[in-house]
């Protein structure tokens, strides 16, 4: 029996999304069932978060976004260099921070 490559997907994208939106900040929470992700972005001098996208997907497939965004990450870091973590220290409270959920 011949096995076959992976096939291939087609990915439509459209204008609006091809746009893209910047976030700044995401909250994650979970349950048995899922994880739901809330891309937001916190503007200086305004106290609130408006979420612009909102991502529910299974603990499986967080799991694989999780490897791939790993895997990424460390093929930029090598061809790019370290990706400083400017998030942390005394007085630089912005950014993705990990949260407490249940």
């Given at each position: 029996m011949e096995q076959k490559g992976p096939?291939?997907?087609?990915v439509e994208l459209g204008e609006k999304e091809a746009e893209g939106i910047y976030s700044n900040l995401v909250l994650i929470t979970h349950s048995p069932a899922e994880f739901v992700i809330d891309f937001t972005r916190m503007v200086p001098g305004v106290p609130k978060a408006k979420v612009y996208s909102r991502i529910i997907m299974t603990p499986h497939h967080a799991k694989s976004l999780l490897k791939a965004l790993s895997d990424n990450i460390s093929k930029f870091e090598?061809?790019?260099?370290?990706?400083?973590?400017?998030g942390s220290g005394a007085g630089k409270e912005f950014g993705f921070k990990p949260t407490n959920s249940k």
């Open positions: 096939s291939q997907i087609n090598q061809e790019h260099g370290e990706i400083k973590d400017i």
